[in-house]
């Protein structure tokens, strides 16, 4: 029944029965394992093996196809018969496939091809399915205007399976496997006569099922501190197979898995210390390590050993910061922001400040890559693939630093279109009003200016908060003392001197100063910092930020700020519109 069957292959179902289309695009977890129901019982099996025995299980014939393992059969008989059309093929043209079936897609596509119209010649009506997996490696994005003859034939021949009313009319389906649409070339993705279906990662009532299978709840209270319930929710984001290897990790610990030597199975016996069980710490590092191993290191999961309380001054950015973590903890997602912009000039915080607010939330949080790649299409690849991992991860808390130059913009110039696509594709997703409080972006950047209006705007960005260096004296002397902290030393307050108060100094730069000071007072054998060792170094500092480009970053912090109480008092008085148009000024200047 279509109801047994998951999401995805229901989709598939229900478009084939309409009879519109006879291709489809099936990406996404594309390489982990699928249910499959009998009476009352439930199995996984890999997606090919799921597709030819419960998607088609009544075809005359299904061939499956990939360079690495050419042409084959789930079984013999067809084999068989592919075999007669063959050796046909191979008296009329004086080749010798029956040999060797061919590897190579321009080769191997024709064959495949010349068998199916063969046998709908004889019978109009035959029922054939054609799985091509990673298809992007026959038809990738990358093809260009310089791809070679054997490369445009394959392409063409794709697109002509999809768009043949003959295969169309003999119920002929064409199924093409591959992890991301945009590694796979545009005239396959685009055309109207293809389906694209995604597979999802496995929801959290889906890895419990599966946990289940892999598990009984005695050896889960051997194995974990957490119950099946409890693993099953903490899993977010990761494939069943990642499910598994977790699972398979931990036995090994308790000795159920390989003997060192003769790398046999062990007999379940465990040493005379038990080895620790499987924990949310535990778990979440496993985590940690699976996902980024999944996303080729295009994400870094971060775990903060701090929270906003480990955060000098911005006391009004902190406060707003705190009450919306409150509001996610109590799961009320639609009074929160789609995203934030945190600008400000160089050295005010702004990672430390995200850094230390992932610990506040309570939610998983994984800083953004350099997701670029020198190859056509594998940056869109890399960007579909995390995007994937953070709706399945979700709640998840995504910081981009130095936004303005990894988001990109609508520009085409330059890369071939790369750019305007990966913003094309983030913009979508940070607009995407169903994962409100379960995407939370992060944009930082000291030039919001540069940063394009389609990511600014209410909808996506929706929160801008502007960070600015210390102000008052007591904010200045609470930033000494907390960073001497920081750095593992002491300092009182009442020994920051006269000119550390006078001076405009970064949060970075007072980390630097403190640093320094720190290591004169270990030089001259004293474990805190005297008055005399920071006065020492405050008389020899020179901050290295350019005075106009450090005027225009304040300016346009000033400029994006969607909430006074983030200014301080000083800043509350410039006039927005002439502030804007000095930074424009600025910018033509060359500043």
């Not at 950047?445 to 908060?465: F, N, S, W, Y």
Request: proline content about 5%; some cysteine; charged content about 25%.
């Amino acid at each position: 029944m279509i109801s047994d069957l998951p999401a995805w292959a229901q989709e598939l179902a229900r478009t084939y029965q309409g009879g519109a289309v006879n291709t489809f695009l099936l990406h996404g977890n594309v390489h982990d394992l699928a249910p499959v129901r009998e009476g009352n019982g439930l199995r996984f099996v890999s997606l090919k093996d799921f597709l030819t025995r419960t998607m088609f299980p009544r075809r005359e014939l299904i061939v499956c196809y990939d360079q690495s393992a050419g042409i084959w059969f789930p079984n013999s008989a067809m084999r068989e018969d592919f075999a007669k059309v063959v050796k046909a093929v191979d008296t009329v043209q004086g080749t010798n496939f029956s040999d060797h079936l061919p590897r190579e897609p321009a080769r191997a596509l024709p064959l495949i091809e010349r068998f199916l119209r063969t046998r709908i010649m004889d019978k109009p009506n035959y029922r054939a399915a054609v799985l091509l997996d990673y298809a992007h490696f026959v038809a990738p994005a990358s093809l260009g205007y310089s791809f070679t003859q054997d490369e445009a034939a394959s392409l063409i021949t794709l697109h002509k399976w999809s768009s043949d009313p003959a295969f169309t009319r003999a119920d002929i389906t064409i199924v093409l496997i591959a992890e991301n649409l945009s590694e796979l070339h545009p005239l396959l993705v685009r055309s109207p006569y293809t389906t694209k279906i995604h597979i999802p990662l496995p929801d959290q009532d889906e890895r419990l099922e599966y946990l289940r299978t892999l598990s009984s709840p005695a050896e889960v209270s051997r194995l974990s501190a957490l119950t099946l319930e409890e693993i099953a929710v903490h899993t977010a984001g990761l494939s069943r197979v990642n499910v598994e290897q977790l699972l398979a990790k931990s036995r090994l610990a308790h000795g159920m898995g390989f003997d060192d030597d003769s790398l046999e199975r062990s007999s379940g016996d465990v040493a005379s210390s038990p080895p620790k069980k499987l924990d949310l710490d535990a778990l979440f590092a496993e985590k940690k390590a699976l996902i980024e191993k999944e996303c080729f290191g295009l994400l870094e999961f971060l775990n903060p050993q701090r929270g906003l309380e480990a955060v000098s001054g911005h006391q009004a950015a902190k406060a707003w910061l705190e009450d919306d973590a409150r509001l996610l903890k109590e799961g009320k997602l639609d009074a929160l922001p789609m995203g934030y912009l945190i600008c400000g000039p160089v050295g005010t915080g702004k990672t430390y400040l995200m850094t230390c607010y992932a610990g506040t939330l309570g939610i998983p949080c994984v800083k953004l890559m350099n997701f670029r790649s020198q190859w056509q299409g594998a940056t869109e690849g890399n960007w579909e693939k995390i995007i994937n991992t953070l709706k399945a991860t979700g709640p998840v808390a995504v910081i981009i630093d130095e936004a303005d130059a990894a988001v990109g913009n609508r520009d085409n110039s330059g890369d071939s279109g790369t750019s305007s696509r990966v913003f094309s594709m983030l913009a979508q997703q940070m607009g995407d009003t169903n994962y409100r409080g379960k995407i939370l972006w992060f944009l930082l950047t000291c030039r919001p200016d540069l940063l394009p209006i389609d990511l600014k705007r209410q909808g996506r960005a929706e929160v801008h908060i502007p960070l600015f260096y210390p102000d008052s004296d007591d904010e200045k002397r609470t930033y000494f003392t907390i960073l001497a902290k920081k750095s593992g030393t002491s300092l009182d307050s009442k020994d920051v001197p006269d000119m550390g108060l006078k001076m405009r100094l970064s949060g970075s730069d007072i980390e630097g100063v403190v640093t320094r000071a720190k290591r004169r007072a270990l030089l001259r054998g004293a474990m805190s910092i005297g008055a005399e060792d920071l006065a020492g170094e405050l008389k020899s500092f020179s901050p290295t930020s350019n005075s106009e480009e450090l005027e225009l970053q304040i300016l346009a912090a000033v400029v994006e700020c969607t909430h006074q109480d983030f200014l301080p008092a000083e800043l509350k008085k410039i006039d927005r519109a002439e502030a804007a148009k000095k930074v424009e000024t600025m910018k033509r200047g060359g500043a």
